[in-house]
């Protein structure tokens, strides 16, 4: 017998379909809710709200569960490639050799830039921040390639346009990179694998062969793995609802860069780096940084720590802080920084308000101390997540494209004046 959940307004019972999810996750209908009562509900920040059903990240936040269309975070951490895990995200089931084959090929056809968009880079100031050239790049890709725009949904047309995207945005990362630094871009170098193209764009420079460091390739890897999806967040959440509207994907992935840079999502992983040198320079004691983010008359938060959806430990973050060791031990590399960052964590996690609120590091406490020790500048740590992210915006985007979801529109209660008269400027 189907569950039903009961609802008593007014006087009067209703009653509301429940849903449930393949890993037994429960939902209430409430989709005809407003229709036969008139109300609405109220949830800001959607923290009890799903707005859709998704078959691509299964998340479990009370038991640091993340897995992709099935297969363990960490298992395809440790044994996949960036590309099989774009693919599984995005088509559904990970690649045979022929459709790895085949992926591999059309996005590496795809790595060069049109030549006009260098004179948009030429455009920005120096030093402007590489994600706002980014979110205004992805978004300039809709005007070179107006068959995005096809209304018909065509799936040839959304197919390479989704093989350009993938391809274009580690180009367009690395010369967002170089602009902002004032180097000269280079061109993709299609014989290496798509993190290591990243890395040539990124750190070679013209008339001199750049060599792959192996191991810089395989954190890379890892990381943009653990950054690839994360179902319904809030960048995610923005390329659906952008997309919804029947916008293009540029458009609407353009939208989920913008989203993913605020400190609060994506940005955090800066804002850590920032925190934990602020720390270091100012020398205080932890506790009294522990205090600042404790006291609620101070807009002062512990980057790095809390989530909306993990109350016990992001799995992402356990992985990272493992990789981190290893790859500065790897490198060579002693960053005081890390010590600070282990340290905080011990405090924090010692400390009741931390513990009583489910408070632990996420994602983006280890992440900046790896990117540092690669030689990634702060002001692109979020680019870094962006790249990682993107499978996830366009799996979920094609979802909601092929499910034919509704327009994302919600509703309000409106608090403010009722109605009142116009009065003449003179008579104010
Ligand atoms: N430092 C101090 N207090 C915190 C923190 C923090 N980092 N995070 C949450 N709290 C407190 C918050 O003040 C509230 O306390 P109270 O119940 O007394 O009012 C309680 O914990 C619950 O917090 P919330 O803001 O209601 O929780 P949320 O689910 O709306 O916010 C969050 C989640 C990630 C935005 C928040 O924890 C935060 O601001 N963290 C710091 C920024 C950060 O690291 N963001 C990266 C998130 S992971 C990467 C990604 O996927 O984007």
């Known amino acids: 017998m189907s569950e039903t959940a009961r609802m008593i307004l007014d006087g009067q019972e209703y009653e509301f379909p429940v849903i449930s999810g393949s890993e037994n996750e429960k939902a209430i209908d409430i989709s005809k809710l407003r229709g036969s009562t008139g109300y609405i ?15 691509i990240t299964y998340l479990d936040g009370e038991n640091g569960v993340l897995r992709y269309r099935g297969y363990a975070i960490e298992e395809l951490a440790e044994k996949a490639s960036f590309i099989e895990v774009a693919y599984l995200l995005i088509y559904g089931d990970l690649p045979n050799k022929e459709q790895l084959q085949y992926f591999n090929d059309s996005v590496t056809r795809h790595t060069i830039v049109h030549e006009n968009m260098k004179r948009f880079f030429d455009a920005f100031p120096l030093g402007a921040h590489p994600m706002g050239m980014l979110s205004s790049m992805v978004a300039s890709l809709s005007t070179f390639y107006p068959e995005s725009q096809n209304p018909n949904r065509d799936i040839t ?12 945005l580690p180009t367009l990362a690395a010369q967002a990179y170089k602009h902002n630094v004032g180097l000269p871009t ?3 170098k299609n014989d290496l694998s798509y993190v290591g193209n990243f890395m040539h764009m990124m750190w070679g420079v013209p008339a001199e062969d750049y060599e792959v460091n192996p191991i810089v390739e ?12 994360h179902e319904q967040n809030c960048s995610t959440s923005t390329v659906r609802v952008v997309g919804s509207s029947q916008a293009n994907l540029y458009s609407s992935v353009s939208a989920g860069v913008s989203a993913l840079w605020g400190p609060l999502h994506g940005g955090a992983n800066q804002a850590v780096i920032e925190m934990l040198e602020a720390i270091r320079a100012e020398g205080s004691p932890l506790q009294s940084w522990i205090d600042r983010a404790k006291d609620k008359t101070d807009s002062f938060r512990l980057m790095g720590f809390g989530h909306r959806v993990y109350k016990n430990f992001d799995p992402r973050a356990r992985i990272i802080k493992k990789a981190a060791d290893e790859v500065l031990g790897q490198l060579g590399v002693n960053d005081p920084v890390l010590d600070i960052a ?6 924090a996690l010692n400390d009741e308000y931390f513990v009583k609120r489910g408070l632990y590091p996420n994602v983006d406490f280890y992440s900046g101390i790896i990117y540092r020790a690669l030689g990634i500048p702060t002001d692109m740590f979020t680019v870094m997540f962006a790249l990682g992210r993107l499978p996830g915006w366009i799996g979920q985007w094609k979802e909601m494209t092929e499910n034919r979801e509704p327009i994302g ?11 009142r008269a116009f009065t003449s400027l003179d008579a104010r």
């Open 41 to 55: 509900t109220m949830d800001p920040g959607f923290k009890n709200t799903g707005s859709t059903q998704s078959g």
């Open 218 to 229: 395989s954190a890379l890897n890892k990381l943009f793995i653990l950054h690839a999806d």
């Open 157 to 168: 047309d959304i197919d390479l346009t989704i093989h350009r995207l993938i391809a274009k």
């Open 409 to 419: 529109r919600p509703r309000q209660v409106y608090v403010g004046a009722t109605e």
């Open 186 to 188: 280079m061109y993709p």
């Open 342 to 347: 282990k340290q905080l964590e011990e405090v």
